[in-house]
């Protein structure tokens, strides 16, 4: 897998549309692990109700890792990894600390105090390797947010920036110039970010279905490298916008070889439709690496 790829698409699967059931989604997770594009995928995505399920869905020697989904309040979240099954690796945990409207702060602040008890209290491996993502709206408070998160990094606290980039009403689909607002605002911060809802396939597209026009995550991916190589804001809309497939691989191809810069990834409810598109678009041909 080029490494621009790697680990760009979580496993999303238990989530709207795709709604898998637990079992199903962690017996298909277990079939993307092992197979030659293992190296697109991030770990698998669970609701923390959920996570006392899923040591019974694993073999005795297995391991997985997992992102775990707040769908519980912040605060019972605390000490989420201490009673862990050890086959599970909680890689990543993520939190919307605000309804859309609502001031991202308290919620914000609720976080870091949690992160904060979890590093204090954490014993050997718990300590590694977790990342936690604040949701943000991209409504009021935004860039007062995206400050306070710059600020928490710079403490040493492993806190990035998520936003979600659709949903199932077009208030959740930030317009072009909205989404590259976010990730100058990231790049200006040197603040890593992650992506959820909407990116179903490569390029930007009207889904019939629901008259939603929805973003390409290759168009994303472009923008991204765009911003972070100091492109302007109408430069990083601009490929936000754009439907022909060859100014997006012109500005992709040639970093393919290269690490991902502050985009951490996104999460899918499908692993097959993101790997359909990245072949048809000759993004997976180590030619190209």
């Given at each position: 897998m080029?490494?621009?790829?790697?680990?760009?698409?979580?496993?999303?699967?238990?989530?709207?549309?795709?709604?898998?059931?637990?079992?199903?989604?962690?017996?298909?997770?277990?079939?993307?692990?092992?197979?030659?594009?293992?190296?697109?995928?991030?770990?698998?995505?669970?609701?923390?109700?959920?996570?006392?399920?899923?040591?019974?869905?694993?073999?005795?020697?297995?391991?997985?890792?997992?992102?775990?989904?707040?769908?519980?309040?912040?605060?019972?979240?605390?000490?989420?990894?201490?009673?862990?099954?050890?086959?599970?690796?909680?890689?990543?945990?993520?939190?919307?600390?605000?309804?859309?409207?609502?001031?991202?702060?308290?919620?914000?602040?609720?976080?870091?105090?949690?992160?904060r008890r979890e590093r204090d209290t954490a014993s050997g491996d718990d300590g590694q390797g977790l990342d936690v993502f604040a949701e943000i709206p991209l409504t009021f408070g935004l860039m007062g947010a995206l400050d306070r998160l710059a600020a928490i990094r710079a403490e040493g606290l492993p806190i990035a920036a998520k936003f979600r980039t659709g949903g199932l009403a077009a208030e959740l689909f930030p317009t072009p110039i909205e989404l590259a607002a976010v990730i100058c605002g990231c790049r200006d911060r040197a603040l890593?970010?992650?992506?959820?809802?909407?990116?179903?396939?490569?390029?930007?597209?009207?889904?019939?279905?629901?008259?939603?026009?929805?973003?390409?995550?290759?168009?994303?991916?472009?923008?991204?490298?765009a911003a972070a190589q100091g492109a302007g804001l109408e430069q990083v809309a601009e490929l936000l916008t754009v439907t022909d497939p060859r100014p997006l691989l012109e500005a992709v191809e040639g970093r393919l070889g290269r690490p991902r810069p502050l985009w951490v990834g996104y999460g899918s409810c499908s692993i097959g439709e993101p790997l359909a598109d990245l072949a048809r678009l000759g993004l997976l041909d180590r030619s190209r690496t």
């Open positions: 080029p490494a621009l790829l790697d680990g760009l698409v979580d496993d999303a699967a238990v989530f709207p549309p795709g709604s898998a059931a637990l079992p199903d989604a962690v017996a298909a997770h277990r079939r993307h692990r092992d197979a030659w594009y293992a190296g697109l995928v991030g770990p698998l995505l669970v609701p923390a109700s959920k996570l006392p399920e899923l040591p019974a869905l694993l073999a005795a020697d297995e391991r997985i890792a997992v992102g775990v989904i707040a769908d519980v309040p912040i605060g019972r979240l605390d000490g989420m990894r201490a009673g862990v099954d050890r086959r599970i690796r909680v890689r990543q945990v993520e939190a919307a600390v605000a309804r859309r409207g609502e001031d991202p702060q308290p919620g914000l602040a609720e976080l870091v105090d949690l992160v890593p970010f992650k992506l959820t809802a909407g990116l179903h396939n490569a390029l930007r597209h009207l889904e019939p279905e629901t008259g939603l026009v929805h973003h390409g995550f290759v168009n994303v991916l472009a923008a991204t490298l």
